[in-house]
């Protein structure tokens, strides 16, 4: 299913898990309609984000990168940590020079009417917004029905969006370069030249720089 993936910091990583932050800011948004699937891809920016060890398995930041047993799991930087569905992606304009504002319709009763009423929700200050916006127009993305992967996932388990599903290939297409085993298949697709289609075609194998448009990974067929 398609979906959109979002980079985000280890810092509001850890307060969006926390229920602190349920607004995610951006500089742009996709261009599909809400609701839609959203995955989280916590940066491996410093500090670090790490899972406790005991319960409540609750997760933490930490300046110091661990390695040895028991740690790569419990590292949630640079992996995917969850998952939600965006229902709103609310639009702050910016009125030249004084605040970032939501010009909603005069009987429009939607939430939070302006940037100070969300502040709180996007586990920013309005000083955090406004200088990472600069002026420039800037969209919330509304986070519902979270859920923080207990093991995270990683990168190599999502592709980008375009590849064909098994029963859409043709064997006309170029599938030798892709299988080992072609004169063994009769030159037919086969799970080995489709797994090897993703693969090499269309691997996730760095984090957006902000989102992109991704495919949860498909085994076999």
């Known amino acids: 299913m398609r979906a959109i993936m979002k980079s985000v ?13 349920t607004i995610l800011v951006s500089k742009t948004a996709p261009k599909c309609e809400v609701p839609f699937k959203g995955y ?22 930490d300046s110091d990168l661990y390695k040895g047993e028991g740690y790569d799991d419990r590292l949630f930087s640079g992996k995917v940590i ?5 229902d709103e992606i609310i639009e702050w304009q910016h009125d030249r020079g004084h605040q970032y504002y939501v010009d909603y319709p005069d009987d429009c009763t939607s939430y939070f009417p302006y940037l100070k009423c969300h502040s ?15 002026g420039t127009t800037l969209y919330g993305w509304h986070i519902s029905d979270l859920k923080i992967y207990d093991k995270p996932k990683t990168l190599a388990e999502f592709y980008k969006c375009g590849a064909k ?11 030798c370069s892709y ?11 086969c799970d080995e030249a489709y797994q090897n289609y993703l693969d ?7 984090a957006p720089s902000n989102w ?6 498909r085994n076999g067929k």
Do not use: H, M, Q
């Open 9 to 21: 910091s280890p810092r509001i990583c850890e307060k969006v898990a926390n229920g602190d932050c």
């Open 212 to 217: 992109c448009y991704v495919e949860e990974l």
């Open 40 to 61: 989280i891809c916590c940066t491996s920016a410093k500090p670090y984000l790490y899972r406790e060890a005991n319960p409540p398995f609750e997760l933490f930041l």
């Open 179 to 189: 299988c080992s085993r072609t004169a063994c298949c009769e030159g037919r697709w």
């Open 120 to 134: 709180e929700a996007t586990g920013l200050k309005c000083s955090e917004i406004e200088e990472f916006g600069k």
């Open 200 to 206: 090499v075609d269309f691997a996730l194998t760095c």
């Open 82 to 86: 969850g998952e939600f569905i965006c």
């Open 165 to 175: 599903s098994f029963e859409e290939l043709s064997d006309t297409e170029d599938l």
